[in-house]
């Protein structure tokens, strides 16, 4: 099977040139001026932009959480990210006390192997390290392709969190592999403090989650995550970055030399703590909260001055009925939001808008997840790389609403949200898996990516 794009413009993360772009059994081979090759199948892209897919990793698909399951199956998670020009996605699964990294992997493929519509891997959430045999059985999961791992700072109620010790054994362990270690960063005492005493006080509005846990208790678990990275000298990635204070820790950090990297999702970059003030406040609770405008403009600021390397979702939907349960008491809200098939048509707005370029969003979204995170073959238009391809209309006009995604969730954050161009076909592995509206996939097509550990 092979596939020919015509007179698109591609775009890399350094440059944008009209060219045609030649795929042949699901690997771009040629690229190049008026390509004289015939294919099975030839796209006109004229006047269209054409871009790799893009990588979201960081998503939460059936996520048992916050007293339920998240509400997208990974049919309907992974359906939602090839509508929205995400060809990767990358799931965390959590690890049960006691439980294999291998074991919890092998469970998860089960269902992937038949639902995935897009291509996939994971990054292991570990919460007990087994007496250590789990720094043991992180070689064999790197050798199988799992070569990110995950600690929350937080939720130590939920049993989720590691203690410090912990995420420095784990920092040091994933060093020796090639490996790097994901932070959720905030500080579950202060939050289970200020939780207490707002409850006391009859304070339990959805503002009160962004009070429980502002600005500066995110800073405090960034600041320590990237203390003891500089100090045992290991890479560390901060996942969903949302506050200025945190963000200029690891700028900071990153200037000194250290490997910090950094990722934020664009609700932080959209959305403040406003947010939590509305009726339906609760539907934007999402851990870490949304902050004050101080903050948002940091991202962008960081964003266009290189220090944040990926942007990705945190994609964890909930139905109303769910975050209903919060209505009068915030700590009953489930936490998380939507968001995989906004991320791509989202930042891509952005560059349509001027806010940063084309080459920028390309680069935040695709190249570097892809390079970070291990995934040779995806994360750009080149010759060798998997043709995971987005076509992109900059004139198509479209308004965000559940009715129009293609994901299982009854309401989005994203709803009225107007965006200037939208991607129009996405390609994975030289299929069509979305087209002007549809998706055309088939569950069970999404592969398994074996990434490589760096060495
Ligand atoms: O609120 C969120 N972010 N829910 C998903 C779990 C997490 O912390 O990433
Ligand atoms: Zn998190
Ligand atoms: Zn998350």
């Known amino acids: 099977m092979s596939l020919l794009i015509k007179g698109g413009t591609v775009v890399t993360p350094t440059e944008s040139f009209v060219a045609d772009v030649y795929a042949e059994n699901g690997i771009i081979t ?25 990588l979201d990793v960081h998503t939460h698909m059936a996520m048992p959480f916050g007293g339920t399951v998240s509400a997208d199956s990974y049919l309907t998670g992974t359906r939602a ?31 992937l192997e038949k639902e ?14 087994n007496g250590g045999e789990i720094l043991d059985e992180m070689e064999l999961a790197v050798k199988e392709g799992i070569t990110s791992f995950k600690c929350f700072l937080v939720y130590k109620k939920e049993g989720m969190m590691v203690d410090d010790a912990t995420l420095v054994k784990l920092m040091i362990r994933a060093k020796e592999l090639g490996a790097l270690i994901n932070v959720h960063a905030e500080n579950p005492d202060i939050i289970d403090m200020n939780i207490a005493k707002f409850l006391r006080e009859g304070k339990t509005s959805a503002w009160y989650h962004y009070l429980s ?28 970055m949302a506050d200025k204070e945190g963000l200029e820790a690891c700028i900071k950090a990153r200037e000194e030399g250290a490997s910090i990297y950094v990722e934020t999702c664009p609700q932080y970059l959209e959305f403040t703590n406003e947010v ?68 791509y048509p989202y930042m891509l707005d952005a560059a349509n808008a001027g806010k940063i370029t084309f080459e920028k969003a390309v680069e935040v979204c695709a ?24 076509i992109y209309d ?40 979305y087209d002007n509206g549809d998706f055309v996939g088939k569950p069970g097509s999404g592969r398994f990516i074996k990434r490589i550990a760096k060495k």
């Open 276 to 343: 939590y003030k509305r009726k339906d406040g609760r539907n934007f609770v999402c851990s870490p909260p949304m902050k004050g405008i101080e903050s948002r403009e940091a991202l962008w600021a960081a964003l266009k001055a290189g220090f944040i390397d990926t942007v990705a979702t945190d994609h964890c939907p909930f139905q109303s009925y769910e975050k209903d349960w919060g209505k009068d008491d915030f700590t009953k809200i489930p936490n998380g939001c939507a968001g995989v098939e906004n991320l």
């Open 81 to 111: 990210a090839a509508c929205g020009g995400v060809t990767t996605v990358f799931d965390y699964p959590v690890q049960r006390k006691g439980g294999t990294i291998l074991g919890l992997v092998r469970s998860k493929m089960d269902v």
């Open 116 to 129: 995935a519509c897009v291509d996939y891997a994971f990054h292991c959430c570990i919460t007990d390290l």
């Open 394 to 433: 900059k004139d198509k006009d479209f308004t965000v609403s559940a009715q129009n995604m293609h994901s299982n969730y009854d309401h989005t954050i994203w709803e009225g949200k107007k965006l200037h161009g939208y991607p129009v076909q996405t390609y994975l592995r030289g299929n069509l898996v």
């Open 213 to 240: 846990r502002p600005e500066f208790v995110e800073a405090e678990a960034d600041k320590r995550a990237v203390h003891w990275a500089k100090n045992f000298d290991a890479p560390l990635y901060i996942v969903h």
């Open 367 to 390: 190249a570097n997840p892809a390079r970070i995170f291990g995934c040779e073959t995806k994360g750009s238009i080149a010759i060798g790389k998997d043709a995971d391809i987005v």
């Open 30 to 54: 040629a690229i190049g001026k008026d390509l004289k090759i015939s294919a099975d199948k030839t796209v006109d892209a004229s006047g269209k932009l054409v871009l790799p897919g893009a």
